[in-house]
């Protein structure tokens, strides 16, 4: 029974995210851009960070950075974008992302990935 | 009917003749207006729009801020720039010799140092005192150079700017989060595209978080109300109508966005004159037209910048004296396109209908509403008449300005609160009953001024010009 | 950004109101021309005007009426819509994963957008079985029909729900819509068909339609930007579009551009063959577009050598840049002399390039930009290596050091 926090704008996805989450025993809280995803991580209670890179009101690689940086927190980040370059899939694992999966998505993989980073 | 009658009938005729003209061309255009819009909201749907970022399809862009003076908000305004949603872009600000703090707050705000970097110069302008850039954000160049006015600020930018899209841009100009990329976009899927504008619209009275507006009131003057129908009117009805037919003149100088190449070709902002941007624009045509090279001027509803507009009158009239002044330079400038078969379209359509009912238009309006009180006083017109001449001309605007409403409301970011919409399109009537009016008198001076060949600058302020 | 609600109505109405204003402005002037010319007769201008004045007055009526309606109207729409868009998400995703039915009648718009929304974010099996839905309820079929018959608009929109459904047997449709006479149907039509050919699991199948898509694109007037925006939209499948483009005799310079730009940002190194048979191409945007692929990719055969070398003479400034990016992956020695040239080159961006090439080469590079900020014989070249010595400081400590 964990916790996780997702930071994604695009509420369908959301919604499959609570969906499938929730279904396999796991807590799912969505926070809808960067200043929420800010607030929300104020206090460290989660599992797992879910980040999407394109949010509305900032860079997502940016987060990412101050999470790791600015905040100093070990929390595992998967990253679930729909960019796919090479470049940038490097860059977040470089800027401390632990995991990268690609949108669309296939819930059965990302949830046996969420699983394991949260086993750990 | 004696001979002053039928004077008067004939200029009558002559008044009513260029105003059903005039009614029929913003008929048209508002018209096609609406088709232009309703086909984009249907162009670029978000899920295109999404492609376009992940997929990184986008050309970078070089944002162009010339600043005199502007000490109080320039650090606002170009941490909001950086914080634009746009994959590759630089932001290059010219203090164009200002006497203020301007520099200082920059310097301290963004870790400026100074850069002898090597650059080409292409485009001639004052001297460049020094170049500095910031170690936080490597994309922001800012630029010190010796005052020379608002072209030449950008003149200077465009030689440091190193992508192929420049976007010049007022100091205050709040751009929305997408607008670079919905301009950007049109670029991409055309090759002959060499400029694209897009929608202003006022930020007064808007609840303003994060630099951006989340929520659209009112404001509370009706002067700054009044103006938020008039920039509807202009853009929504005006420009997108202009540009189904290819006939765009003006880009806005509060943002809009250019192939450097092209501008660097062209010589780069004139300047001689207040209205730089439509100037430019102008001299677009006529380069490409002369050379034959395929070449496109869009205007987008889409993108979208806000800015501030004046809310007491005696900024908006020197504002507006200031856009006509502009406005005759540039077409003085480039009267050898007037009815020239040659330039097409643009000489035969569009830079007639600018000196006719744009430039002209206050005159003949002022005059027409002098001879008409004339005639009555001279017995030749009875007073009914002369009202129900009024109304027709006032009712004509109100319905432009409601149609122009109506546009907005199709907006997903309109004005939401029911109390705000009625206060819109109290406005829509309002502005006949006496802004307009107003108005024109100040381009009417503006036109003589013009004449008699004034050449003040004024503040280096946003001269675009509503059309 | 804009709604779509009730903009067809809206031009309805202004047409009735324009309208209005028009006729009997036209009778005025009509009525004035008599009265100029002598005529007499006919209605009195006072009369003709209160028409006008009038009618005008009906038509403001009406708007302003309308206009308040709709206000009150779309904003009470937009809330249900989205309400009830998700809803229909959550029980799609209950029918999905959890237990229940799947709606027995063809579900409605709403319906089918939640659904499209769903198909968005997902892939493998769960998608699959989207699609299986979709299928059931005649989706694409219908989404089919839109394209080939409706205005604009409602073509543009059906084109839009595609490019999300990604439904395979749709293809042929947007192949033909590419075909379109509007340029903004050929593009949405592109992009569907690129999206959907990226969901295509079969390589066979993919081939085949690739290579439809790409004749297609040729017989086209798109230009290079959306020929290229179609290569990266569509992913898995970009090696079989590009493989297509290069491949086909007959291909047009516009497409070949792109294909060696999607060359060099997905890093198709498989392509490298024909990468290198594009440097000599008659088509100077073509050799430039060859040169930059090669530079990216990072691969240069020896029987490549000679087209660089030549490239780095070309009188086209835009060549001698790509040229000199590709420099780098010369022989070391004859990298060094190349680039120490370009240095001296009279443009600035060529010169810029070949201090950046420089550096790239690590220590050997580094140091001969060092050499030449001291004793380059062109001034402008000291003045270009010693700024790019500047810029990558970072890399000459660690060369320092190592």
Redesign the interface.
């Known amino acids: 029974m964990s916790s996780i926090l997702a930071i994604e704008d695009d509420w369908t996805v959301g919604l499959v995210l609570e969906h499938v989450l929730q279904t396999a025993g796991h807590e799912v809280t969505i926070v809808r851009g960067i200043a929420d995803g800010k607030g929300a991580l104020s206090e460290d209670g989660y599992d797992l960070i879910l980040l999407d890179l394109n949010l509305p009101d900032g860079n997502g690689f940016e987060l990412l950075r101050s999470i790791r940086e600015d905040l100093g927190r070990r929390t595992p980040i998967v990253v679930l974008s729909g960019m796919r370059q090479e470049e940038t899939v490097v860059r977040g694992l470089k800027l401390g992302a632990d995991d990268y999966v690609a949108k669309p998505f296939s819930p059965p993989e990302l949830l046996a990935r969420v699983e394991r980073w949260v086993r750990r | 009917m004696n001979s002053l009658e039928r004077l008067f009938v004939a200029y009558q005729l002559a008044v009513i003749g260029y105003f059903a003209i005039l009614n029929l061309i913003y008929s048209v255009l508002a018209f096609v207006g609406l088709r232009t819009v309703i086909v984009y909201s249907r162009e670029l749907s978000d899920v295109s729009l999404k492609d376009l970022l992940e997929r990184e399809v986008f050309k970078p862009v070089s944002i162009l801020v010339p600043a005199y003076n502007e000490e109080k908000s320039i650090v606002a305004s170009v941490r909001s720039f950086l914080k634009l949603h746009y994959p590759r872009f630089e932001v290059v600000v010219v203090s164009d010799g200002s006497t203020d703090a301007t520099l200082e707050r920059l310097i301290d705000a963004f870790a400026l140092v100074e850069d002898p970097r090597v650059w080409s110069r292409r485009l001639p302008t004052e001297p460049i005192r020094r170049v500095l850039r910031s170690l936080r954000h490597p994309n922001l160049v800012v630029v010190d150079k010796e005052n020379g006015g608002k072209s030449d600020a950008l003149n200077a930018a465009i030689d440091l700017a190193r992508y192929p899209l420049i976007a010049p841009v007022d100091a205050d100009s709040v751009l929305d989060a997408q607008a670079i990329l919905r301009a950007s976009r049109l670029f991409v899927e055309d090759d002959s595209v060499i400029a694209v504008g897009g929608t202003i619209r006022p930020l007064n009275g808007a609840v303003v978080e994060g630099g951006r507006p989340t929520e659209l009131r009112m404001p509370r003057g009706w002067l700054e109300r009044l103006q938020i129908v008039e920039y509807a009117r202009a853009f929504f009805l005006g420009r997108a109508g202009w540009t189904r037919f290819g006939t765009v003149l003006i880009i806005s100088g509060a943002f809009g966005l250019f192939r450097r190449d092209a501008v660097v070709r062209a010589g780069g902002f004139w300047r001689g004159t207040v209205g730089e941007d439509m100037e430019l624009v102008m001299r677009l045509h006529r380069e490409h037209i002369r050379a034959g090279l395929p070449h496109r001027v869009v205007f987008s509803p889409d993108p979208i910048c806000w800015t501030e507009v004046p809310s007491d009158l005696g900024t908006l009239r020197r504002q507006r004296n200031r856009w006509h002044r502009g406005l005759w330079t540039n077409l003085w400038r480039h009267r050898s396109m007037l009815l020239n078969p040659r330039y097409g379209r643009v000489g035969m359509v569009a830079v007639p209908y600018f000196w006719l009912f744009e430039a002209l238009a206050p005159v003949i309006e002022v005059t027409g509403f002098l001879v008409f009180v004339a005639a009555l006083l001279l017995g030749a017109l009875e007073p009914g008449l002369l009202w129900l001449f009024l109304a027709l001309a006032v009712l004509h605007g109100m319905l432009l300005s409601q149609v122009a409403a109506g546009v907005e409301a199709m907006l997903l970011q309109r004005y939401p609160r029911p109390s705000d919409r009625v206060r819109l399109l109290a406005a829509a009537f309002l502005e006949f009953l006496g802004f307009h009016q107003l108005l024109t008198l100040e381009r009417f001076v503006a036109t003589f001024q013009a004449a008699t060949g004034r050449r003040g600058w004024g503040t280096m302020r946003r001269v675009g010009i509503p059309g | ?4 609600f ?3 109505a ?2 309805a ?3 009735v ?2 309208t209005l ?2 006729v009997p ?2 009778f ?2 009509w009525t ?2 008599g ?2 010319v ?1 005529a007499s007769g006919g209605p009195p ?2 009369a003709v ?2 028409g ?2 009038t009618s ?2 009906v ?2 009526v009406m ?2 009426v ?3 309606a ?3 109207v ?2 009470r729409r937009a809330a249900e819509r989205a309400e009830r868009r ?1 809803a229909w ?2 029980r799609w ?1 209950r029918v999905l ?1 959890g237990s229940a039915p799947e709606p027995a009648a063809a579900p409605g718009r709403d319906a089918v957008e ?1 659904l499209l ?2 198909r ?8 699959a079985r989207v699609m299986a839905l979709l299928a059931r309820y005649g989706v694409g079929a219908e989404l089919e029909r839109r394209v080939l018959n409706g205005g ?2 409602s073509r ?2 059906a084109l ?1 729900a595609l ?2 459904s990604r439904i395979p047997e749709a293809m042929p449709t947007l192949i033909f819509a590419i075909g379109d006479p509007e ?2 149907v050929q ?2 039509a592109v ?1 569907a068909a690129a ?1 959907t050919l990226a969901a295509i699991e079969d390589p066979g199948e993919r081939e085949r339609l690739a290579e439809r898509v790409v004749r297609a694109l040729g017989r086209s007037r798109l ?4 020929r ?2 179609v290569l ?2 569509a ?1 898995d499948a970009a090696p079989s579009l590009v493989g297509a483009v290069l491949g086909d005799e007959a291909t047009s310079s516009s497409s070949l551009r792109a294909a060696l730009d999607a060359v060099a ?3 198709l190194l498989v392509f490298a063959d024909q990468v290198v048979g594009c440097l000599d191409h008659e088509d100077p945007e073509v050799r430039a577009a060859a040169l930059r692929a090669a530079a990216r990719t990072g691969l240069l055969p020896p029987h490549a050598h000679a087209s660089v070398l030549a490239a780095l003479e070309d009188p086209v400034e835009f060549i001698r840049i790509h040229a000199t990016a590709a420099a780098r992956l010369l022989p070391r020695e004859r990298a060094l002399v190349a680039l120490w040239e370009r240095l001296g080159d009279p443009s ?2 060529v010169r810029r390039q070949a201090s950046e090439s420089l550096a790239a080469l690590g220590p050997a590079g580094l140091a001969e930009l060092g050499r030449a900020a001291e004793t380059h014989p062109d001034r ?1 070249g000291r ?2 290596a010693a ?1 790019a010595l500047r810029d990558h400081v970072v890399e000459l400590v660690e060369a320092v050091r190592a």
């Open positions: 950004m804009w709604r779509r009730g903009d067809v809206f031009a109405v202004v047409a109101v324009v204003e028009a402005l036209a005025l002037t004035l021309l009265r100029l002598g201008v006072g005007l209160l006008a004045v005008l007055g038509g403001l708007l302003t309308y206009l308040l709709y206000q009150y779309s904003e998700r998400v959550e995703l994963y939640a929304d769903v968005e974010t997902l892939r493998g099996a769960d998608a604009t608009s543009l929109e839009d490019a999300r340029r903004v593009v949405a992009r999206r230009p290079f930007g959306v290229e925006e990266l939209l992913d940002r997905l890093q600035w961006w402008y003045d270009m700024q």
